[in-house]
């Protein structure tokens, strides 16, 4: 059974705007990663946060976790049209990871 | 430029007939892993080898078989296809715990 489950789905919003995504799980966790999928390629690493971490920065990505409510979300801001993809998230146990189906985020210009 | 490479890229096959995904990396991680990616499924664990000589499976390994014989190749083969392993499959590979995935450009294959 999938352990992550990202919401939305679907995501449409316009150039500058700000793209919030989120992921539940259901077991504890090592750490949850948030990944990046353009259209017919590999996927690509955006964020790692430990489950002793509660937020983390990179760049225009922000990236929460709270282990209580077993959620993350991952917010882009100032989204371009270059960030349109599928965003997955994956949870870890230190060993294997499990990913949920991702959201597609379209950016429109 | 260091990195996984996949072979094919695409392929068309007749069912019963066997096939080998190649995955090869050049980055001496440890850790190697094949996924299947199927829409609105997202990535689900195939098989993976913490080690050169180790392999463990995953959460769909029925019907796939792995070896992982040095620390570079981690070849993934159906040795009978079938249609509902239709699919776009990704090697990936990862350099110890709390550390990143780093992806190949997978293999879109097809079972006629």
């Known amino acids: 059974s999938q352990q992550g489950e990202e919401d939305p789905q679907a995501l449409s919003i316009q150039e500058g705007e700000n793209a919030t995504m989120n992921c539940s799980y259901k077991t504890s966790i090592n750490n949850l990663q948030w990944y990046r999928q353009n259209s017919g390629r590999g996927l690509v690493h955006l964020i790692l946060?430990?489950?002793?971490?509660r937020e983390k920065h990179s760049g225009r990505l922000r990236v929460t976790l709270d282990t209580s409510k077993k959620s993350s979300s991952l917010l882009i801001t100032a989204s371009r049209a270059a960030d349109t993809a599928s965003y997955f998230c994956?949870?870890?146990?230190?060993?294997?990871?499990?990913f949920g189906p991702g959201t597609r985020l379209s950016v429109l210009p | 430029i260091a990195g996984i490479t996949q072979a094919p890229t695409s392929q068309i096959l007749a069912a019963g007939r066997r096939m080998t995904l190649r995955c090869t990396q050049d980055?001496?991680?440890?850790?190697m892993y094949w996924y299947r990616q199927d829409l609105g499924l997202g990535l689900r664990l195939i098989h993976y080898?913490?080690?050169?000589?180790?392999?463990g499976k995953g959460e769909v390994p029925d019907g796939y078989s792995v070896s992982r014989a040095n620390t570079d190749d981690f070849p993934l083969t159906l040795a009978s296809a079938v249609p509902s392993q239709t699919s776009v499959y990704f090697c990936?590979?990862?350099?110890?715990?709390?550390?990143?995935?780093?992806f190949g450009d997978g293999t879109r294959l097809s079972i006629l």
């Open positions: 990936a590979t990862r350099d110890g715990l709390n550390q990143p995935q780093h």
């Open positions: 980055m001496r991680h440890n850790a």
């Open positions: 994956a949870t870890s146990n230190g060993q294997n990871f499990v």
């Open positions: 946060i430990r489950s002793n971490e």
């Open positions: 080898s913490n080690t050169a000589g180790t392999t």
